[in-house]
């Protein structure tokens, strides 16, 4: 008994001396910690990517498996998954540039001949202008103050040149950081089998007390995020689709580029609908208001639509999240980190209510 009494105050005592430790030194902890944050960005940008291919690569795999039932064939399963699903996104990616910016440069070419006589008038003033005129022919060399322009000229242009080289330097770092985060991605899926042993003997060595528990919880975030991207989606290329088919039997403009942004918009929930309506408008409007207004109407309908019939079908079954607690984990995560915090909240707050909703399920039986 002593001895166990001994042992609870040395632990008191230990953890109290390292929250000391952590409290005086705490300037030097955080900069540590955002030092190997930082390193570590790289490859957690590779566990998202791997995560979000996985989801590919899955059905691909299953895919080859129903083509080559014997042993032989199901060698080259997982090569043919990781490229099929790699493949995949680069056709995505590579059809939406295709459908946006011919519009895009259209749209852009459109706006300033619209506003062209803007710039005309602009051009006038200044040619027509008498204290302009004056102020060229009155613009006197001699008086130039040379060594102050030097100085001018060697500060601005040293700027210029740390400004560039900071550019060329933060679009280097950003190029690095993509290729080691894919490069990284395709070593998780090749050895994912490896990865999910070595996890598992760990939980089993350290934590077998909790082993089940953890998987457990680990399984419920997995199902919660999986079903949501692949409902979101799903239900954003249907609403993009939607979109695309009934501004071209309306016969509106820039149907193929306003069908993208209202298909990534429906990737953020709540929120974009209203963003991707609110684009679309906004350029329709410079064209024509009374197709703008149309326009309105039409993507309202649609998104009622898609609220009602095509959103519960597609991913509200399978989030199994109530919409109050949607609107909360939205308002959340936007206020943590923006847009990307909205699109993870939402799943993680399905799978704590998924959780919690099972625990307090399990306590009231048991409590009977």
């Not at 902890?29 to 960005?41: D, E, G, L, R, W």
């Not at 649609?302 to 308002?331: C, E, H, M």
Request: glycine fraction near 6%; proline fraction near 2%; aromatic fraction near 14%.
């Amino acid at each position: 008994m002593k001895q166990l009494i001994n042992q609870r105050h040395f632990s008191l005592l230990l953890t109290l001396f390292i929250l000391y430790l952590g409290i005086t030194y705490w300037n030097i902890i955080a900069k540590f910690i955002q030092t190997v944050f930082s390193a570590t960005i790289p490859l957690l940008i590779g566990c998202l990517i791997a995560y979000i291919v996985n989801l590919l690569l899955r059905q691909y795999e299953k895919l080859y498996s129903s083509i080559f039932r014997k042993a032989t064939g199901k060698k080259g399963k997982r090569l043919f998954g990781i490229v099929m699903a790699y493949l995949t996104i680069i056709v995505i990616i590579t059809v939406v540039f295709a459908l946006v910016i011919p519009e895009l440069v259209s749209c852009i070419k459109l706006l300033v001949a619209n506003h062209s006589h803007v710039i005309n008038h602009f051009i006038d003033y200044f040619q027509h202008n008498n204290d302009f005129k004056n102020l060229i022919t009155s613009f006197d060399t001699s008086k130039i103050q040379w060594d102050k322009v030097g100085k001018y000229l060697t500060s601005g242009v040293g700027g210029t040149f740390r400004t560039v080289v900071s550019t060329a330097s933060s679009i280097f770092s950003t190029a690095t950081t993509v290729i080691i985060a894919f490069f990284f991605s395709i070593y998780l899926l090749i050895y994912k089998e490896m990865l999910h042993r070595q996890f598992t003997k760990i939980l089993n060595t350290y934590f077998k007390k909790y082993n089940s528990q953890i998987i457990k919880v680990l399984r419920v975030f997995d199902e919660s995020y999986s079903n949501y991207i692949a409902g979101q989606c799903k239900d954003a290329a249907i609403l993009g689709i939607s979109c695309f088919i009934g501004m071209t039997i309306l016969r509106m403009p820039y149907a193929s580029m306003i069908g993208v942004v209202t298909a990534f918009g429906a990737l953020i929930p709540i929120i974009g609908a209203i963003l991707g309506a609110s684009i679309g408008v906004i350029i329709i409007f410079a064209i024509s208001p009374l197709q703008a207004g149309i326009f309105l109407i039409f993507i309202i309908l649609l998104q009622q639509l898609d609220n009602r019939i095509t959103y519960p079908l597609v991913v509200g079954k399978s989030i199994g999240l109530p919409s109050v607690w949607v609107f909360a984990a939205v308002i959340i995560g936007g206020g943590i980190s923006g847009i990307l915090g909205m699109m993870f909240t939402v799943p993680f707050f399905a799978a704590i209510y998924k959780l919690i909703k099972a625990d307090t399920a399990k306590r009231n039986t048991t409590s009977k």
